[in-house]
């Protein structure tokens, strides 16, 4: 028999919220210590709910649930923990990127306090005006080392032997770098490498190869079904 789970101001995120019966609305929440979690907000589509504005993306909140253990839960509470973060822009593009991913990679119930510390420092650089680039790189690199995916950006996969700076690889994924036939396209500078596995991704050379690099790896491991961020950005720069 299934137990009644109650969880009380928990730091979390709405990652995504759609409408749920005719008052209702389903999120799905990051949270610190319980990972995803789906729940029920009863009432909040209600003109006069109190809880509608607060139940946005990007607003740092401590939120109670409860419910039966496995099941969906039920919002009890939810309050403001800090003040909205202010992205705008190629920046709130880059959030709703980040909270799908979030989406795509998370299972449900798994914590992942590494990865929430990770996105709320993102979310933060990017409300700063950070750039974009070194911000999602790295929580890309997290993201796949947490989610088990992570990179081997040291060592040639079939040698065991350390990366040569000035050699070419490509890299193969679940493997790693492989040495290059001279003739081979799309390849990858030991340099190039060496400094993504050091999390430096600034210049624009240094984050075009990792964005290159790093899409590859995400589209493998999502089977080939395309994110819905990267086509909006597509279109709106067309």
Not at 11 to 28: D, I, K
Not at 50 to 62: A, D, G, N, T, Y
Not at 75 to 99: I, T, W
Not at 175 to 182: K, L, M, T, Y
Request: with cysteine; proline share 5%.
């Amino acid at each position: 028999m299934s137990s009644i789970e109650r969880v009380l101001l928990e730091p979390g995120f709405v990652l995504h919220g759609r409408a749920y019966r005719e008052t209702s609305e389903l999120l799905e929440v990051f949270s610190r210590d319980h990972g995803r979690v789906s729940l029920v907000a009863r009432g909040v589509r209600r003109p006069r709910s109190r809880l509608r504005p607060l139940l946005q993306p990007f607003r740092p909140l401590l939120l109670s649930w409860s419910g039966r253990t496995g099941g969906l839960m039920t919002l009890a509470a939810a309050e403001a923990a800090a003040v909205p973060l202010d992205l705008a822009g190629d920046c709130l593009l880059s959030g709703f990127y980040l909270n799908e991913l979030l989406l795509r990679f998370l299972h449900r119930g798994d914590p992942h306090p590494q990865v929430f510390g990770a996105y709320t420092q993102a979310l933060a650089r990017l409300a700063g005006g950070v750039s974009a680039e070194p911000v999602l790189r790295g929580f890309e690199m997290l993201l796949l080392a947490e989610s088990g995916y992570g990179l081997n950006l040291d060592h040639e996969a079939l040698s065991g032997r350390p990366l040569e700076p000035a050699g070419r690889y490509r890299y193969v994924v679940e493997r790693g770098p492989i040495v290059a036939d001279a003739d081979e396209a799309a390849t990858y500078g030991g340099s190039e490498l060496l400094a993504i596995g050091r999390g430096e991704f600034d210049g624009a050379g240094a984050a075009a190869t990792a964005r290159r690099l790093l899409r590859a790896v995400l589209d493998h491991h999502l089977g080939g079904q395309p994110l819905q961020t990267r086509r909006v950005a597509r279109a709106m720069r067309r």
